[in-house]
């Protein structure tokens, strides 16, 4: 299966595609992760990406495309994956269009996870991340076991760069002008599932796995 999450910052499409990514047992690709990775390594993607990155505004094109080029081409992809955060432009979407054409592949759905810009902010201003896993944490919704401790390692939860109000401003506007046309991108594909981003974690996994066995 190859899924694409779609959703604005905050949507919850990093918790819900792990979730889902452990339940059909298929990678889940998030560029982000990817990119912060590449940052923490000093790569010289990481440090082209790092400026960008720190201002909320998107990565350029042809750096992302190469990267989901490469990830999706490794040997745990064969059965499928799960893309996180991929793709934001319309630009990305055709590329990844192409690939796959040229694969002989196709996509089984995107999940757009809908949620008003309101809650956006307090979700993304509470998250925490561990410095080492990346596991996410919340500091309303889905705390650690012992404040500001990763519960899965033991490690330091630390709070995003781009996780303050006016990044998260700007991602926003990224999102409205780059990525929101993609809604309509994959509808006229009837590749668009749309699920409330808004709830209980588990109810929103059962939705997304109705929606794909559906
Ligand atoms: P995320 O972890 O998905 O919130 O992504 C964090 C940041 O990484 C974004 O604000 C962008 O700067 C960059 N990024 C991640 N994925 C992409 C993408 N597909 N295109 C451009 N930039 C991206």
């Keep these: ?4 999450f779609l959703g604005a910052p905050g949507s919850g499409k990093g918790t819900q595609s792990k979730r889902i990514a452990e339940n ?7 560029t982000g992760d990817i990119l912060r990775e590449a940052i923490k390594a000093k790569s010289s993607v990481g440090i082209e990406a790092k400026r960008y990155m720190d201002e909320g505004n998107l990565v350029p ?5 190469g990267i989901i080029k490469e990830r999706t081409g490794e040997k745990d992809c064969s059965n499928g994956y799960i ?3 991929f793709p934001r432009t319309v630009a990305q979407a055709d590329a990844l269009t ?15 996870l809908e949620i008003e810009n309101d809650n956006v902010v307090e979700r993304l201003t509470g998250r925490r991340v561990c410095s080492a896993c990346g596991a996410e944490y919340h500091i309303k919704f889905k705390r ?3 404040a500001g401790v990763c519960d899965l390692c033991q490690n330091e939860l630390i709070t995003r760069a781009d996780d303050n109000e006016e990044k998260i401003r700007t991602r926003l506007e990224q999102y409205d002008q780059q990525t929101s046309p ?10 668009l599932k749309k699920i409330p981003a808004k709830g209980d974690i588990q109810e929103i996994t059962q939705n997304i796995m109705n929606a794909l066995e559906g």
Aim: net charge negative.
């Design 1 to 4: 299966m190859k899924i694409i």
């Design 24 to 30: 059909l047992s298929i990678p889940q690709l998030s």
């Design 61 to 65: 094109d042809h750096v992302i495309i």
């Design 83 to 85: 893309l996180d955060g």
């Design 98 to 112: 192409e690939m796959l054409v040229a694969e002989n592949q196709n996509l089984d759905k995107v999940i757009y």
């Design 144 to 146: 650690s076991e012992k």
């Design 182 to 191: 993609l809604i309509a991108y994959y509808e006229e594909r009837n590749l």
